[in-house]
């Protein structure tokens, strides 16, 4: 496919060459038509003239007075004739020499126009008139050479051609220079997505035109969620390495130390098993380490994917029957990434499901901000205990069974969107209780 800009000078080219062609047959046209024009005008006052030398005498006969009648047509092949037709008598300039001008017809009294050759190739315009004057019919027919017109025409139009055509590369050249400047900061975005690629920039710059700043933005945004998302995985990764490594030293010190009351092959089978462990937690790890972005970055559409949710977790408790009540206002949008929100709702909601004993609450609510209730009927936690539930690093799986890392990492998204999230004794169900709010931005 085309560049944009080989695709726009082509456009402008061709839009160009035709506008021009345009102005040059129009521009071509009227010149031609005005100067007819002029030598028509020119040639009335000529024929009006020869009108008032014409008179009659006793005997009816064609008299001219000369003082009316302009020289040029006394000069032989001037480009300037005349002709008189008075009943078969035909009177002719002296400019004419032993030519005739060809007769138009008439059908009336009035004037024609019209082209014919002249004496020495000359191409005429004549005017024709049939008059009464003094009670005798004549037929008047003037003629002026358009040859000295069409010779300036023609440089004109070569001067006019060879001024467009200069004009057109001009313009062609301008607009060139002016369509690379302008698409500058689309290389320069080019060039950046690739530094971004590489991982050699964190974002794009902000300081592009308008047009591109939406682009620009949802690249930004885009960039950060991954790299947030990124982070919250290796976090994860790294919490699950140090859940796995006490255990894991325990078993191999236990292996060790009994070594003389296990025999051989269990001893053997069990190092096998630990070891096995930990080469695939350092695979983990480094596959962490090296991990690339995702490729997609999907809004969450609550009507859908609230209900899978629930669906899904549901599927996770089959021996619970429980009590799913749920409040979403008409026209409720939540522009956060998808896996960001299935994450952090998805986290909470499983310590809903794990805890509750007949009923889940989930309450939306839109104002100022987003607010995201999720409540249950369950024991709860103790008061002094819930600030800690969101510390990284502090677990109560130890001492609660079921609260501690997927609340943390729920904490990590809210926070990563700007929000925050709260966790009290529900009053309603009195059980556990978590408030979220989240900006409310498009």
């Given at each position: 496919?085309?560049?944009?800009?080989?695709?726009?000078i082509?456009?402008l080219?061709?839009s160009?060459?035709?506008?021009?062609?345009a102005?040059?047959?129009?521009?071509?046209?009227?010149?031609?038509?005005?100067s007819?024009?002029?030598?028509?005008?020119?040639?009335e006052h000529?024929?009006?003239?020869?009108?008032?030398a014409i008179?009659?005498?006793?005997?009816?006969r064609?008299?001219?007075?000369e003082k009316?009648?302009?020289?040029?047509y006394h000069r032989?092949f001037?480009?300037h004739?005349?002709?008189?037709h008075?009943?078969?008598?035909i009177?002719?300039?002296?400019?004419?020499?032993?030519?005739?001008?060809?007769?138009q017809?008439?059908?009336?009294?009035?004037?024609?126009?019209?082209?014919?050759?002249g004496?020495?190739?000359q191409?005429?315009?004549?005017?024709?008139?049939?008059?009464?004057?003094q009670?005798?019919?004549i037929?008047?027919?003037v003629a002026?050479?358009l040859?000295?017109?069409?010779?300036?025409?023609?440089?004109?139009k070569?001067y006019?051609?060879?001024?467009?055509?200069?004009?057109?590369?001009?313009l062609l050249?301008l607009?060139?220079?002016t369509?690379?400047?302008g698409?500058?900061?689309?290389?320069q975005?080019?060039?950046?997505?690739?530094?971004?690629?590489?991982?050699?920039?964190?974002?794009?710059?902000?300081?592009?035109p308008?047009?591109?700043?939406?682009v620009?933005?949802?690249?930004?945004h885009l960039?950060?969620?991954l790299?947030?998302?990124?982070?919250?995985?290796?976090?994860?990764?790294?919490?699950?390495?140090?859940a796995?490594k006490k255990?894991?030293?325990?078993?191999?010190?236990?292996n060790?130390q009994?070594k003389?009351?296990?025999?051989t092959?269990?001893s053997?089978y069990?190092?096998?098993q630990?070891?096995?462990m930990q080469?695939?937690?350092?695979r983990?790890?480094k596959?962490?380490?090296?991990?690339?972005?995702?490729?997609?970055?999907s809004?969450?559409?609550?009507?859908?994917?609230?209900?899978m949710?629930?669906?899904?977790?549901?599927?996770m408790?089959?021996?619970?029957?429980?009590?799913?009540?749920?409040?979403?206002?008409?026209?409720?949008?939540i522009?956060?990434?998808?896996?960001?929100?299935?994450?952090?709702?998805?986290?909470?909601m499983?310590?809903?499901?794990?805890w509750?004993?007949?009923?889940v609450?989930?309450?939306?609510?839109?104002n100022?901000?987003?607010t995201i209730?999720?409540?249950?009927?369950g024991?709860?936690?103790?008061a002094s205990t819930l600030?800690?539930?969101?510390?990284?690093?502090?677990?109560?799986d130890?001492?609660?069974?079921?609260?501690?890392?997927?609340?943390?990492?729920?904490?990590?998204?809210?926070?990563d969107?700007n929000?925050?999230?709260?966790?009290s004794?529900?009053?309603?169900?009195n059980g556990?209780?978590?408030?979220?709010?989240l900006p409310?931005?498009e």
């Open positions: 496919m085309k560049s944009i800009q080989s695709r726009l082509s456009g080219f061709i160009l060459v035709i506008v021009f062609s102005l040059w047959f129009s521009v071509s046209y009227n010149i031609q038509k005005l007819e024009n002029y030598i028509t005008t020119r040639l000529d024929i009006e003239s020869l009108l008032t008179s009659f005498n006793k005997e009816n064609l008299t001219l007075n009316y009648i302009n020289a040029i032989p001037s480009g004739y005349y002709t008189i008075h009943n078969n008598n009177i002719r300039s002296r400019s004419l020499w032993d030519k005739n001008l060809q007769l017809k008439q059908a009336q009294i009035g004037l024609i126009k019209s082209n014919q050759p004496p020495d190739n191409s005429l315009i004549t005017l024709t008139a049939k008059y009464t004057k009670g005798q019919k037929i008047l027919m002026e050479d040859t000295p017109v069409v010779n300036d025409i023609n440089a004109f070569n006019f051609s060879v001024t467009a055509l200069l004009i057109l590369l001009s050249l607009q060139f220079y369509l690379r400047g698409l500058k900061p689309l290389r975005l080019q060039i950046e997505l690739g530094e971004l690629e590489k991982g050699n920039i964190k974002q794009l710059t902000t300081e592009v308008a047009e591109l700043k939406s620009v933005g949802e690249v930004n960039s950060l969620a790299y947030k998302r990124l982070k919250r995985s290796r976090d994860a990764l790294s919490d699950l390495s140090h796995i255990p894991l030293t325990l078993l191999q010190h236990f060790d009994n003389h009351k296990l025999d092959q269990s053997e069990l190092a096998q630990i070891k096995t080469h695939l937690t350092d983990i790890l596959q962490a380490r090296i991990a690339g972005s995702i490729k997609h970055n809004s969450f559409i609550i009507n859908d994917d609230l209900s949710l629930i669906k899904t977790i549901s599927a408790y089959p021996g619970k029957v429980l009590n799913i009540n749920t409040h979403i206002p008409d026209n409720f949008m522009y956060i990434d998808r896996e960001d929100m299935l994450e952090l709702l998805g986290n909470i499983d310590n809903a499901w794990k509750a004993e007949k009923t609450s989930l309450e939306f609510h839109y100022s901000k987003i209730i999720i409540e249950d009927d024991p709860g936690t103790n600030n800690e539930l969101i510390q990284r690093g502090v677990r109560l130890e001492s609660i069974e079921g609260y501690g890392f997927g609340l943390a990492i729920s904490a990590d998204i809210i926070q969107n929000g925050t999230i709260e966790f004794k529900s009053e309603k169900l556990f209780k978590a408030t979220i709010q409310a931005t």
